[in-house]
């Protein structure tokens, strides 16, 4: 009886070790983690086995600063575009064959945007003409094929004179109905060097498999958050990645995109400071000259013409209304106030 129990127990753990686990649909496990909102962590965007390098990182003077700071050029010539990480598909466009290394190409380039469902979507940027594969609307895993690299919009060659394919890749806050948003600094679980964080120069193999392939492997996984604290300023503003979202768009430089929170508190300080400034002097000027002329007036009135005088002088606290009369037929009806008329101007 015992020998028949082991041998039960034995053919049930081969069976399943065999057999892939039990999967409920609708419930998340590891082998079939939901794809939104997605998992944490990110993969290259090109598929597993392959290698490319960087020709533009994060935080440069050329055009990854403002918006793009946390972006990164991956060197992807008319090569298959893969997700970075599980999500659903926002925005695409695809219809553009237009690029160069000019300001001109601004809002030519092609694209694919994919939320992740946590407040980021990631920006597939620059791809080929009429070669996306997914549409708005679409949930795509990690790995997944979502279009080709090329050279649509801003794209410059190593002479700064002609197209030069390739992908821009970059995480970005979430905003409805805006492709180009400002970047987030992020770090790649298939990166083992620098914190997974990619170096410019430097080349990397993807292990960006297909769901479900024996290949995968994560070398890292959840990196803490880096901060946020881009520095590079632009050599020439004009020549952005991408159009900054119409709301914050009025100065048309990246650096004023990137900058455009703080912004408004600067220019309402600027509105309000001259307001208090001409109030504050109108209000000293004419009490000052007033309380002047009715000191001087009443005491050298007084002393001349004991009859008219006292009748405006002896009230002098209705003077302060009638200040501006007073004053003016003071030296005008009488000769002795002529010495008063000189310290009158004098104050």
């Known amino acids: 009886m015992a020998l028949l129990a082991s041998a039960l127990a034995a053919t049930v753990t081969i069976v399943a070790a065999l057999l892939p686990p039990l999967h409920i649909p609708g419930v998340p496990d590891s082998r079939n983690p939901p794809l939104y909102p997605a998992p944490p962590g990110y993969l290259l965007p090109w598929p597993g086995g392959e290698i490319h390098s960087v020709t533009q990182g994060e935080d440069t003077p050329?055009?990854?600063?403002?918006?793009?700071?946390?972006?990164?050029?991956?060197?992807?010539?008319?090569?298959?575009?893969?997700?970075?990480?599980?999500?659903?598909?926002?925005?695409?466009?695809?219809?553009?064959?237009?690029?160069?290394?000019?300001?001109?190409?601004?809002?030519?380039?092609?694209?694919?945007?994919?939320?992740?469902?946590?407040?980021?979507?990631?920006?597939?940027?620059?791809?080929?003409?009429?070669?996306?594969?997914?549409?708005?609307?679409?949930?795509?895993?990690?790995?997944?094929?979502?279009?080709?690299?090329?050279?649509?919009?801003?794209?410059?060659?190593?002479?700064?004179?002609?197209?030069?394919?390739?992908?821009?890749?970059?995480?970005?806050?979430?905003?409805?109905?805006?492709?180009?948003?400002?970047?987030l600094p992020i770090a790649f679980d298939d990166i083992s060097a620098h914190d997974g964080v990619p170096q410019e120069g430097a080349s990397y193999a993807s292990q960006n498999y297909p769901p479900g392939s024996l290949h995968a492997v994560w070398l890292v996984r959840h990196r803490v958050p880096r901060a946020f604290h881009p520095m590079a300023t632009p050599l020439n503003p004009s020549l952005m990645e991408a159009p900054p979202p119409p709301a914050l768009a009025a100065s048309g430089t990246a650096t004023a995109a990137a900058t455009s929170t703080p912004t408004p508190i600067p220019t309402a300080l600027s509105s309000a400071t001259p307001t208090p400034t001409p109030t504050a002097t109108a209000t000293i000027t004419p009490t000052a000259t007033a309380t002047a002329t009715i000191t001087a007036t009443p005491t050298a009135t007084a002393a001349p013409s004991p009859s008219p005088s006292p009748t405006v002088a002896a009230s002098p606290t209705p003077a302060p209304a009638t200040s501006t009369p007073a004053p003016a037929p003071s030296p005008t009806t009488a000769p002795a106030a002529t010495p008063v008329a000189t310290p009158s101007p004098a104050a």
């Open 62 to 183: 050329f055009t990854h600063n403002g918006f793009a700071a946390y972006a990164f050029d991956f060197d992807l010539v008319f090569d298959s575009v893969v997700a970075a990480r599980s999500g659903k598909v926002t925005m695409v466009k695809a219809d553009s064959s237009r690029g160069g290394c000019d300001p001109a190409y601004t809002s030519d380039a092609n694209y694919v945007v994919i939320d992740h469902g946590d407040g980021t979507s990631a920006l597939y940027l620059h791809l080929a003409y009429d070669s996306v594969l997914v549409h708005a609307g679409d949930v795509v895993q990690r790995g997944q094929p979502i279009a080709t690299s090329g050279e649509t919009g801003v794209t410059c060659s190593a002479d700064d004179r002609h197209p030069g394919p390739h992908l821009h890749f970059q995480v970005e806050r979430t905003e409805a109905g805006q492709y180009y948003t400002q970047s």
